[in-house]
């Protein structure tokens, strides 16, 4: 297979017509039918600009784009990840709290600490389903977003996963400060996500984009922000960041949607203030329904009091 993180782009060869994405990624390039879905899942593919499923269909002669993962058979290797806290651990699934700065799993261009990586390394055993470089992992995190991830440790429990946060059974709670203050302050954001059209390290809200579902509720309204409680519906890349920022309320410290540098200098706050506060699902032993929480990090937690003394 090709070398790791390398980013491929070439015509589809006419006899791939009509194949699906998944059957004709595993022709081009060597990769097990799993492997090349999975890169349709974690939207590295994309056909004529834009992100394409792994049930999609192909057409002679239209420009492909893939980023290819790292050879085979080479997971994450073991470093160890301060501040990664095991929240839940069993023989299906280990829950963690992720600190700023990890990543869920290695990808082309990103040679930082790893969420499968410091798992390693602390001696838990995960599921061997998934491409190599991202075995166990059935939902992710930006680098950036702090909060809860389950990782799959049985391939029963892998199954069943990824199955539940295909089909939406998955409770995903996040809270984020953004800029502003959401008019209504109940709602649902259903708007459309892609690549940005001019911009292809952005997303944005794009017609004819991967449906996209974003609920939320304002908690707290202060003087230039507010604390919002968000339920995802859908589970797109920067998909929060995106819809508030397409709502001209950008995530504090979110300088990639467009958010004041001013206002998170005075805060402190030197990312995105977004975490993931709550995370439910059945249990894939015995479908009992469990649901973890988290605290806010400190620097999120800092920037919060700021904004409350000053109410």
């Given at each position: 297979m090709s070398s790791p993180g390398l980013h491929r782009a070439l015509p589809v060869p006419d006899g791939l017509e009509g194949q699906r994405v998944d059957q004709g990624l595993a022709r081009l390039f060597g990769l097990s039918?799993?492997?090349?879905?999975?890169?349709?899942?974690?939207?590295?593919?994309?056909?004529?600009?834009?992100v394409r499923g792994k049930g999609d269909r192909l057409t002679g002669g239209s420009w492909l784009e893939v980023e290819l993962p790292p050879p085979p058979?080479?997971?994450?290797?073991?470093?160890?990840?301060?501040?990664?806290?095991?929240?839940?651990?069993?023989?299906?699934?280990?829950?963690?709290?992720?600190?700023v700065g990890v990543a869920a799993h290695p990808s082309?261009?990103?040679?930082?600490?790893?969420?499968?990586?410091?798992?390693?390394?602390?001696?838990?055993?995960?599921?061997?389903?998934?491409?190599?470089?991202?075995?166990?992992?059935?939902?992710?995190?930006?680098?950036?977003?702090?909060?809860?991830?389950?990782?799959a440790k049985s391939e029963r429990a892998y199954t069943l996963l990824k199955a539940a946060f295909k089909e939406r059974t998955v409770d995903k709670g996040y809270h984020a400060l953004v800029q502003g203050h959401p008019d209504p302050s109940?709602?649902?954001?259903?708007?459309?996500?892609?690549?940005?059209?001019?911009?292809?390290?952005?997303?944005?809200?794009?017609?004819?984009g991967r449906p996209s579902i974003t609920h939320y509720?304002?908690?707290?309204?202060?003087?230039?922000?507010?604390?919002?409680?968000?339920?995802?519906?859908?589970?797109?890349?920067?998909?929060?960041?995106?819809?508030?920022?397409?709502?001209?309320?950008?995530?504090?410290?979110?300088?990639?949607y467009g958010a004041d540098p001013t206002l998170a200098a005075r805060l402190g706050v030197t990312r995105q203030w977004l975490h993931a506060v709550r995370l439910g699902f059945a249990h894939p032993s015995d479908g009992r329904w469990v649901e973890f929480t988290s605290g806010y990090p400190a620097d999120l937690a800092g920037a919060l009091a700021i904004l409350r003394a000053e109410s």
């Open positions: 039918r799993a492997a090349a879905a999975d890169l349709a899942d974690t939207e590295r593919v994309r056909v004529d600009g834009r058979g080479e997971p994450a290797a073991p470093r160890p990840v301060p501040g990664l806290t095991v929240v839940h651990d069993d023989d299906d699934v280990v829950v963690v709290d992720k600190p082309p261009g990103w040679d930082g600490p790893t969420v499968v990586g410091g798992l390693a390394a602390a001696g838990y055993r995960i599921s061997t389903s998934g491409a190599a470089e991202r075995q166990g992992v059935v939902h992710r995190l930006d680098a950036a977003t702090t909060g809860l991830m389950v990782v109940r709602g649902t954001i259903d708007a459309p996500i892609d690549r940005h059209p001019k911009a292809d390290w952005r997303f944005a809200v794009v017609s004819g509720e304002v908690m707290e309204a202060f003087a230039a922000a507010s604390l919002v409680d968000i339920h995802l519906e859908t589970g797109r890349t920067h998909q929060i960041r995106v819809h508030f920022s397409a709502l001209r309320h950008p995530c504090v410290g979110d300088a990639t």
